[in-house]
């Protein structure tokens, strides 16, 4: 047999291409005539419109057209709410282009269509929006106390969800409790800032009456379907690609962004194709963020350190609609006893409409919040009880033999329960500690200390819920000209490396080289059944469906081949891209296999010479094909997951606190984590690495800022602080595979894992290096200078 | 964000720049490009017309004299940074460059634009001042020097007038004997400073300060001598309790706002920090050179 794939260091299939420029972004899709759009952005956060004027706009050179919310006809309506849940009342998402009422500071209220995008931008300027500014309160906290300005009339609370959630018996356990510790986190808003910003490319052709769209999203299926349904089109008269994608990260799994919507809308009325490239500042004032949550979280513990309740109340910072629903509140408030057993659980939020850009998934999704309240509140009981930290995580981790670990009463961002499938908890947190040095960092503290030098150690445990339904579809042939193997599934790359891993599947199922298989991905005309790339599910949710599929193709394959080659099913091999007959060096390569299966008229080459009806290998008596046979080695089936698959890790760092400047200097950090089995290291390494830059961006760097008017102040990367190569340490990084029971791969999501604890494990570091000098708590990230210098109080 | 519409123009002498900047009062000068051309593709500059000066012949010499280093307006700052002759006369033009930006933009931006770019946190305005440098221009009424004193004038604001070209900068050469520092703090490398400080030190051989003179960026509206720290330090001895009560004397000097990389308090604390360091790096120097 050749060598197994799965679990082997593949290198991607995709960087050759990448890396050379040869990437196909919607930018890049020659598009011979196209218009270009541009928007006219609310500059005020709360503020009623009175009147557009677009006529200096409409008469410049070069314009073709100019929207307003009163020239684009049924479009003009709120968007679709896309994940409804019975917690919202009334829920708000925004229309295409604002009427009457602007929301955040990046709402979009006309649209430009010129020749290019520099006339389409000098066009948005000469429209003049007059507007009348209203109120605004921008802190979560005063938003919802009484007579704070309301985002929507509709909302005069601001309250957009009210949610509580409970598991067991929090009011007997918390009675029974001999210490109780409280504390408030806060976690500040940050935004994916992808690579490449979002993209929108249409082209409508009036004769085949077909619309394609180019659209840098994680949804091409999704949106085809919001398409199709809002321009009252056949599903097959749209299709949607997404091609080249840089980077996602969650923000582009929302869908449709005005400009999803409005761009295919010009392509149409004015029939010639339309582009809209974002650039940076749109992408940080018109596309969609995540993060502030300010949580009151209480753990009910008996002295000994065992938490018998954990009661949490949090407030979530919507932003000004809430089209995603609940996901991201939810997804925090299920996953916020983390890896401990706690059995006991009252978890409620509001989420809060505040006059910001819009609040969606961005990777971590509520996690790192939640386990950055759950973590800073361990230390903090540790402390009062005078336990060391990683004791109190001891005695409070589900041990091996409790999987699965159900968590009755709470459910899921899917509707589903809640239920930690397997893990080696205690192995983590040893593994972990041994490889930071922990027992003997004390010594290395004080040593540090008599030097004038100020190290702190912290660790942090996460879980994360991967992999969620409903479902995701494989389809796998195998070429009859070249026999490589075309691989289709629903859901969309950007840039994680998809082709590499469901081609390590396939690889093994079939004996192809990996760089046989070919992954079709992210076009509704190639293959059009699945859902979207969110939630670390690629791998587990289309990766089983392949699986599967390319078992169902093995199997045909293996039983023509035996037909072929004369011999019994049991003694065909496949590999090297062959069948062979075992022990011999009687072989038929895949291709030829593929062709004769098709049964044949024509003899268009060699190898389909054997499909025609009076060649030898095609011996049949009757039909050629039986009424349970389809032609060619081909096959397609799904995977639907009963729940989540839970993944998890812990994180240590031993950081130094800079007297002279303050800054927070990680000398070591390490990383365990377990996502299952690993299909292949180096990307489950690429994708913890990513995760993590982006978590010590929100730990130590990244925070949007917004002035008192709700105008951002930092909506650039010179302000906006995302960490440089320069600023992210080497991470040691150490797996554990402990497979999912829930999948036949075992494997579990690892996309998001890296990012979520880093926000706790340094803030215990960054306290643990300070409290000597009189530090307090660190209970909000990103930590800054500044903030650590009002912390010590010595300003 | 893309520019508006602007002519673009390729200067091939001096005198054509001054004469086409005079032409259109909406005229810029463009050099290495790499804050004009983002200031203009956020729209928040929008010139009719670019003089581009990277081709005017002589305009990118390095010429060390004995008055010190004279920059062309089109020396590209990595090509300052690498001058070993430049180096060996004022070695505080290495420091402080090595903190400008990156690599890639070093080898697009000018010395000179970034003078008269003027940000109030670059480190090549910090660097003019403290070596008491001037920037050298020319105008439809002829050519006069500014010294660094009067030129920056605040955040990006200089006292070139609009139809002038900055045609060259002179750092003057260090004493010999004097001992030099720079330090600086940025969140990211390569980022602008949050606060930089420069000193140049001149002791006795009792070790007695004889000559101070320290400047700072980032902490007010434009780089600023530091000269409470320079009068605290003068004829003391360069321990560390001096530099210690320079660095105090120092976030005096801070008046710059919050802002949201770093609070007014978190500048002076810094402020302080680096002084310190750069004092004691300093004297240190100075020392050496006096032994
Ligand atoms: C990511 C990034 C990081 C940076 N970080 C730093 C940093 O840490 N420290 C720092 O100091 N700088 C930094 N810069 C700015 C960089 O150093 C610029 O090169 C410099 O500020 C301007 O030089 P330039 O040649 O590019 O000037 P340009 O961008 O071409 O011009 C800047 C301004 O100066 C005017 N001007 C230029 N030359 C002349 C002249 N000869 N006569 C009259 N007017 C003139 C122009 O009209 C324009 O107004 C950074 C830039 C970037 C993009």
């Not at chain 1, 005539?33 to 009147?51: C, K, M, N, Q, T």
């Not at chain 1, 009348?132 to 309301?150: C, H, I, S």
């Not at chain 1, 601001?158 to 029974?176: I, K, L």
């Not at chain 2, 005096?252 to 004691?280: C, F, G, N, P």
Request: contains cysteine.
């Amino acid at each position: 047999m050749s060598t197994r794939q799965f679990g082997s260091r593949v290198q991607r299939n995709i960087d050759p291409r990448l890396l050379r420029g040869e990437g196909a972004f919607t930018d890049d899709i020659p598009l011979p005539g196209a218009l270009h759009a541009a928007f006219v952005r609310s500059p005020f956060a709360r503020a009623r419109i009175l009147s557009i004027d677009t006529a200096a706009a409409r008469a410049m050179p070069g314009v073709v057209a100019v929207y307003t919310c009163d020239d684009i006809g049924h479009l003009d309506q709120a968007l679709p709410l896309l994940i409804p849940h019975p917690s919202m009342r009334d829920a708000r998402t925004q229309r295409p282009l604002a009427r009457d009422d602007v929301h955040y500071v990046g709402q979009a209220v006309a649209m430009v269509v010129a020749a290019d995008r520099y006339v389409a931008e000098d066009a948005a300027l000469a429209i003049d929006v007059d507007y009348d500014q209203l109120a605004v309160e921008l802190d979560l906290e005063r938003a919802v106390a009484p007579g704070a300005p309301a985002v929507h009339t509709t909302h005069p609370d601001n309250v957009a969800a009210d949610f509580t959630q409970v598991s067991g018996d929090p009011e007997t356990a918390m009675a029974a409790a001999q210490h109780v510790t409280r504390i408030r986190v806060q976690v500040d808003r940050s935004t994916a800032a992808p690579m490449e910003c979002r993209t929108v490319a249409a082209r409508f052709d009036a004769a085949s009456g077909e619309l394609v769209v180019w659209d840098g999203t994680q949804a091409p299926i999704g949106v085809r379907g919001g398409l199709a349904s809002i321009f009252g089109l056949d599903e097959h008269k749209v299709r949607v690609i997404a091609p080249d994608v840089g980077g996602g990260f969650g923000q582009k799994v929302m869908f449709p962004y005005p400009d999803e919507l409005l761009v295919p809308f010009a392509a149409i009325e004015i029939g010639r194709p339309v582009k809209y490239i974002e650039d940076r500042r749109e992408n940080f004032i018109g596309s969609n963020q995540e993060r502030t949550q300010i949580h009151w979280i209480e753990l009910h513990a008996t002295k000994n350190g065992e938490v018998l309740a954990l009661k949490d109340e949090f407030l979530h910072d919507t932003g000004a609609f809430i089209p995603y629903g609940i996901a991201v509140a939810q997804v925090a408030s299920t996953s916020i006893a983390g890896p401990y057993r706690i059995p006991n659980i009252e978890v409620r939020f509001r989420a809060v409409y505040t006059p910001t850009v819009p609040v969606t998934p961005y990777r971590g999704c509520g996690r790192p919040q939640s386990c950055f309240a759950i973590e800073r509140a361990m230390d903090k009981l540790a402390d009062e009880l005078g336990i060391d930290r990683r004791e109190i995580r001891r005695r409070n981790l589900i041990a091996d033999d409790e999987f699965p670990w159900a968590r009755e009463g709470l459910l899921f961002a899917d509707g589903l329960r809640v239920s930690l499938d397997s893990g080696q908890y205690h192995k983590a947190l040893d593994l972990v500690c041994d490889r930071i040095g922990w027992d003997g960092f004390a010594a290395e503290q004080a040593a540090a200390r008599a030097e004038g030098r100020d190290l702190g150690i912290g660790l942090a445990f996460y879980v994360e819920g991967t992999g969620l339904g409903p479902y995701e579809g494989g389809h796998v042939r195998i070429h009859p000209i070249t026999g490589k193997v075309y691989v289709n599934t629903g859901l969309t790359a950007q840039g994680q490396g998809h082709d590499t891993v469901f081609a390590q599947i396939v690889a093994d199922q079939l004996g192809v080289p990996v760089t046989d298989v070919i992954l079709v991905q992210g076009d509704t005309a190639a293959y059009d059944w699945g859902v979207a790339t969110f939630a670390s599910r690629a791998a587990v949710v289309s990766g089983n469906a392949i699986h599967k599929t390319a078992a169902l193709v093995r199997d045909k394959t293996v039983r023509a081949a035996a037909n072929m080659l004369e011999v019994q099913e049991a003694d065909v091999e496949l590999r090297d891209g062959h069948a062979w007959v075992a022990g011999t060096d009687r072989k038929v390569p895949l291709a030829a296999i593929a062709t004769a299966s098709n049964p044949l008229r024509y003899a268009f080459n060699e190898a389909a010479q054997a499909a025609t009806q009076f060649a030898p290998a095609s011996r049949h008596d009757g039909p050629a094909l039986q009424d349970d046979q389809h032609p060619g080695l081909e096959a397609a089936a799904y995977f639907s997951p009963e729940c989540a698959t839970w993944a998890y890790g812990v994180h240590a760092a031993v950081i130094e606190v800079d007297r002279a400047t303050l800054q927070v200097k990680i000398h070591r950090y390490v990383c365990v984590h377990d996502c299952g089995n690993m299909i292949n290291p180096t990307l489950v390494e690429g994708q913890v690495m990513g995760g993590l830059a982006q978590g010590i961006g929100g730990a130590l760097y990244e925070r949007i800022e917004y002035d008192a008017e709700g105008n951002p102040t930092n909506a650039n990367f010179v302000d906006f602080l995302i960490p440089y190569a320069t600023e992210i340490p080497d991470v040691e990084i150490a797996h554990l595979e402990t497979p999912s029971p829930l999948n036949p791969l075992g494997v579990k999501g690892v996309g998001e894992a890296g990012c979520i604890a880093v926000g706790p494990t340094i803030a215990a570091a960054v306290e643990d290096a300070l409290r000597h000098r009189g530090g307090g708590r660190f209970d909000a990230v990103p930590i800054t200078p500044s903030a650590i210098l009002e912390n010590l109080g010595t300003a | 964000m893309k520019p508006a519409l602007f002519e673009y123009h390729r200067a091939a002498s001096v005198a054509q720049a001054v004469d086409l900047l005079a032409e259109d009062p909406g005229a810029m000068i463009l050099a290495g490009g790499q804050s004009l051309v983002a200031a203009m593709n956020f729209r928040l500059a929008a010139p009719s017309r670019l003089i581009d000066i990277t081709r005017i012949p002589d305009l990118d010499r390095i010429a060390v004299t004995a008055e010190g280093v004279a920059v062309g307006a089109a020396v590209r700052h990595r090509t300052l940074e690498r001058h070993d002759g430049a180096h060996a006369v004022n070695p505080l033009i290495r420091a402080a460059q090595a903190h400008v930006a990156h690599v890639p933009i070093r080898n697009r931006g000018t010395v000179v634009g970034s003078l008269c770019h003027a940000d109030a946190a670059a480190e090549m305005p910090l660097v003019l001042l403290l070596c008491d440098g001037w920037v050298e221009l020319e105008g439809p009424g002829g050519n006069r020097r500014i010294p660094a004193e009067q030129f920056f004038r605040m955040h990006l604001t200089t006292a070139r007038a609009s139809d002038e070209l900055a045609t060259r900068a002179v750092f003057p050469a260090l004493p010999p004997d004097a001992g030099w520092a720079f330090a600086e703090f940025a969140r990211r490398k390569g980022d602008y400073a949050i606060a930089a400080v420069g000193a140049i030190v001149q002791c006795d051989a009792g070790g007695r300060i004889t000559r101070a003179r320290l400047a700072a960026c980032g902490i007010s509206s434009k780089p600023v001598r530091l000269g409470r720290a320079e009068a605290a330090l003068a004829g003391g001895t360069a321990d560390a309790t001096a530099a210690a009560e320079a660095g105090r004397a120092a976030a005096t000097h801070v008046d710059a706002a919050d802002d949201s990389i770093a609070t007014a308090a978190y500048r002076r604390h810094l402020v302080a920090a680096l002084t310190e360091r750069v004092v004691a790096e300093a004297a240190a120097r100075a020392r050496r050179g006096t032994e």
